[in-house]
RNA sequence: GCGGGAGUAGCUCAAUGGUAGAGCGUCAGCCUUCCAAGCUGAAUGUUGCGAGUUCGAGUCUCGUCUCCCGCUCCA
């Protein structure tokens, strides 16, 4: 069972602390959210299943950690600087919003000396005069083309002033480029040959337009993204494995399948750089009527061809004969010792949202569970991989020093072993209820009989059932049970 | 950015223009032999922020910020 809505993760993030509203004590910063201790737990975790699953268990993968703040020639190059920009305009009448380079000249007249002398006006200036009509209401009141710079500016140096040209940088809007433009050095230094990937979880920003639905869209984001080279032969097949296994990744964060859906970009949508996208989706918002409309983007799964080596490379030409990047120094083809061939490899890349991710994994842990007494008790049950905490140590009664005590020595046992904490704070019910309630998959109770027989009771968060295990035992016992 | 809605304790919400409250949660003590028990006590608010009207503003007006829902973009 999914939770009924992103708010239910909301209330249940702050209430527990795992997201907090950020600068709240300013009056908060529009789309941006600060992680919590169980918040921060729960994001490692996450980032560390998906580091331990491609670096290292794959074998065909590098890890890389890039700049945030690169040369500006990157975004140049990259087409950023030019596709990020998007020129707006709002229809004052009707309130739609279109990009001002995608309008196009509707039929206006019949006369074609008219129609002509239409068609040879710039948008712009139509736009200006009030003479172009809303594409969906057809009144003639848009508003100029404002630009949306969706790339974060800064300033280079301590003595940069803000107009500076030459000290003007970009905070990354994606992390991919660092994998890029690192193409040669990881190559060289790892002694791999075709084809072979190299991985990266790192911030990103976006001057977003519309952020919002919490850690859904925010300005500040976390990727995780793995940039796949290969023969462009290779590559439509690799693309399908690489949708294939990222499905299997989601399941086995205990996502399920019901609330995962695939999506093909259709030849309007794919970005400049892609010959095919394929989005995995997630129920994020279930509470929607339309079906269509409960899913939304995920990852995304791209293949960008040769695009992204090829732009910064310093060989390729344009028809005349010069160089289509002359700043960059160096060449990221491949050379081929087995065919003797040099070409520029194709990519495809899984693009993972760190915080989508946590997201989609917390909505579907979320479960209710009647008590007996008819009251509703939250239950988060987390893959105990991905839980922030492992096992909790609650002594029965702590007005009796002797089990406290021994509750306390526990605790301090298992901690070098697995996220241990320790909890007296309320009655033994209430405790057990705090502990569902983050995703604890076991709760150790310490009580009278433990002093006398030397074990424990386990109580497992899904189940609510109970198992006596010897103390001796109790590490090895909840390592197996942990996986 | 535009349109619509909303901001009161950690959370959920009260409070005719007249002393800012409740429940839950949190914390401390007592009690307690297993699923948010009970008792006692405590902390927590420049009512988002700033002006204005008024003898007096949580309440009325204006500005501003933030959040939510749509429009564009994407992980």
């Not at 839980?387 to 901690?415: F, Q, S, W």
Request: aromatic content about 10%.
């Amino acid at each position: 069972m999914a939770a009924p809505n992103i708010e239910t993760i909301v209330s249940l993030s702050k209430r527990r602390g795992f997201v907090f509203p950020a600068s709240d004590i300013y009056g908060g910063l529009g789309s941006s959210w600060d992680y919590g201790s169980l918040g921060v737990e729960l994001a490692n975790n996450v980032k560390q299943s998906w580091w331990r699953w491609l670096v290292h268990e794959r074998d065909d993968i590098e890890g890389l950690d890039s700049s945030i703040v690169q040369n500006r020639l990157v975004w140049k190059y990259s087409g950023h600087e030019t596709t990020f920009s998007d020129p707006l305009v709002d229809c004052r009448e009707c309130k739609s919003r279109f990009r001002a380079d995608k309008l196009e000249y509707p039929k206006i007249s019949d006369d074609t000396e008219t129609q002509k002398a239409f068609e040879n006006t710039p948008i712009e200036d139509l736009i200006k005069a009030k003479n172009f009509p809303c594409p969906n209401c057809g009144l003639k009141n848009l508003t100029e083309p404002r630009p949306f710079n969706l790339m974060f500016r800064t300033t280079v140096g301590a003595a940069a002033v803000e107009e500076d040209e030459s000290a003007l940088a970009y905070l990354r809007p994606e992390t991919a480029q660092g994998i890029f433009i690192n193409f040669k050095n990881v190559l060289d230094t790892s002694r791999r040959k075709l084809p072979f990937g190299i991985a990266q979880i790192g911030k990103a920003f976006r001057n977003e337009v519309t952020p919002g639905n919490f850690i859904f869209r925010t300005r500040e984001f976390e990727q995780m993204e793995m940039e796949y080279f290969c023969r462009a032969e290779d590559a439509p097949r690799i693309h399908q494995e690489f949708i294939d296994a990222f499905q299997v990744w989601f399941y086995s964060l205990g996502i399920s399948a019901e609330n995962l859906k695939l999506y093909e970009q259709t030849a309007e949508e794919l970005a400049h750089y892609a010959e095919r996208t394929v989005d995995i989706l997630y129920r994020f918002f279930p509470e929607r009527e339309d079906e269509e409309k409960q899913f939304d983007e995920l990852m995304g799964i791209a293949n960008r061809k040769d695009f992204d080596l090829k732009a910064h490379s310093k060989k390729p030409e344009d028809a005349a004969g010069k160089r289509v990047n002359p700043d960059t120094t160096d060449d990221l083809s491949y050379f081929d010792p087995q065919t003797n061939e040099r070409f520029y490899p194709y990519v495809i890349e899984p693009a993972v949202g760190v915080n989508r991710t946590l997201l989609a994994i917390l909505m579907d842990a979320y479960t209710e569970k009647i008590n007996d007494k008819g009251e509703t008790r939250v239950i988060l049950k987390l893959k105990p991989e991905l839980a922030p905490i492992k096992v909790a140590v609650l002594p029965l009664a702590k007005n009796k020093p002797e089990i406290v005590a021994m509750a306390r020595t526990l605790k301090k046992d298992l901690l070098t072993t697995m996220r241990t904490v320790y909890d007296d704070t309320g009655g033994i019910g209430k405790l057990y209820a705090r502990q569902d309630e983050i995703g604890t998959p076991f709760c150790v109770t310490v009580d009278h009989e433990s002093l006398e027989d030397n074990a424990v009771t386990v109580r497992d968060r899904d189940t609510w059932e109970q198992e006596r295990v010897a103390i001796s035992e109790l590490k090895e016992y909840l390592q197996k049970r942990l996986g």
